[in-house]
């Protein structure tokens, strides 16, 4: 039994917003000097690859651009968006003294 095509496009869409994700914190990473500029850039890579083979198959048979390319697209840009934001707000300690050691009377 074959897989359709626009669930492979779905999958590789999926695949390519979990890319963008991660290109997003790792774009705090590299701003912060937590990391190298070689990981952005893989993953960066990798998002654009994902990116661009979901409008793939649409050049021959339909249109170039489809409601599901927009879709992922969107979510995507979203997905990096999120990620810089969630990654670089600055978190404070959680003070856990009294939780772990309770105050004895």
Do not use: N
């Not at 991660?22 to 937590?34: H, L, N, Q, T």
């Not at 654009?48 to 409008?55: I, K, R």
């Not at 879709?71 to 009294?98: N, P, Q, S």
């Amino acid at each position: 039994m074959p897989v359709s095509m626009e669930f492979l496009r779905g999958v590789l869409g999926l695949i390519g917003v979990g890319c963008a994700y991660m290109a997003g914190r790792s774009a705090v990473a590299v701003s912060r000097g937590w990391q190298k500029k070689k990981s952005l850039y893989g993953w960066v890579i990798r998002t654009l690859a994902c990116l661009v083979a979901v409008a793939l198959p649409g050049v021959r048979t339909r249109e170039p651009v489809d409601i599901t390319d927009i879709i992922v697209w969107a979510l995507a840009a979203g997905a990096f968006a999120a990620a810089y934001a969630i990654t670089g707000r600055e978190r404070k300690a959680e003070d856990l003294t009294h939780t772990i050691f309770p105050d004895e009377e």
